[in-house]
């Protein structure tokens, strides 16, 4: 099973500033099967990006991926109020489709 | 506009089986993967499972592999999730997730609205 170790694990920031969120995985993963996910509370997740960079419908150019081989970043260039979730990636290379444990981003 | 709708909340005894059903609408088929995914309390997301429809062989990840069940029905786009001799570690929120292309392996982009099932004597 490829395991993904996301940091930090909480990320506190104000309105108007980039985060990095970071996700390690166990294994090299290729680009093509690499997605993050944001989950509000009392939500369902939504799919941010997949294929590492490539944005879902809808989600705004605020949010980008990046990275190769069992190094991946998602950022989010100047955050919001409703940035305020848990972001998850996850790889869906090789099965059992693992999931990371999630960061926290808060608004100050 | 795609749409999964999950059934209602369950209360179960431990030892018990319970049953969730998502259906798909609004655009989708059945060559698209359906997905299940666990989330205790608190907890972070946990793939259990997931099928696809016009194949029919559902894969399981290991940590649930013989105690879960996922079944689905091409005729009316419905995927089934049961678990059985359920724990008290069974409470969680159950979510169905459809992958964005089918039938190869791709990200989920539409999800339901997910199914509590608390389990307690």
């Known amino acids: 099973e490829i395991v993904l170790t996301q940091s930090p694990g909480t990320l506190s920031l104000s309105p108007g500033e980039r985060a990095a969120l970071s996700c390690r995985t166990s294994?090299?993963?290729?680009?093509?099967?690499l997605a993050w996910y944001q989950q509000r509370p009392g939500q369902a997740p939504r799919l941010l990006i997949f294929a590492t960079s490539t944005r879902a419908s809808g989600i705004p150019d605020r949010f980008s991926g990046s990275g190769s081989g069992t190094d991946f970043t998602l950022t989010i260039s100047r955050l919001e109020p409703e940035d305020s979730a848990v972001y998850y990636c996850q790889q869906y290379d090789r099965s059992p489709r693992t999931f990371g444990q999630g960061t926290t981003v808060e608004i100050k | 506009q795609v749409q999964l709708v999950q059934s209602g909340a369950e209360v179960k005894k431990p030892g018990s089986s319970v049953r969730v059903s998502c259906k798909a609408s609004?655009?989708?088929?059945?060559?698209?993967?359906v997905n299940w995914v666990r989330q205790a309390p608190g907890q972070g997301l946990e793939w259990m499972g997931n099928i696809v429809p016009i194949i029919g062989t559902p894969d399981y990840a290991q940590n649930f592999e013989g105690r879960v069940t996922i079944t689905a029905d091409e005729s009316t786009l419905t995927s089934y999730l049961e678990v059985s001799s359920l724990r008290s570690q069974d409470t969680a929120m159950y979510y169905c997730a459809r992958d964005r292309s089918g039938p190869d392996s791709d990200a989920f982009d539409f999800w339901g609205q997910g199914t509590l099932v608390t389990v307690s004597s």
């Open positions: 294994q090299r993963v290729s680009s093509s099967y």
């Open positions: 609004g655009g989708t088929d059945s060559t698209y993967a």
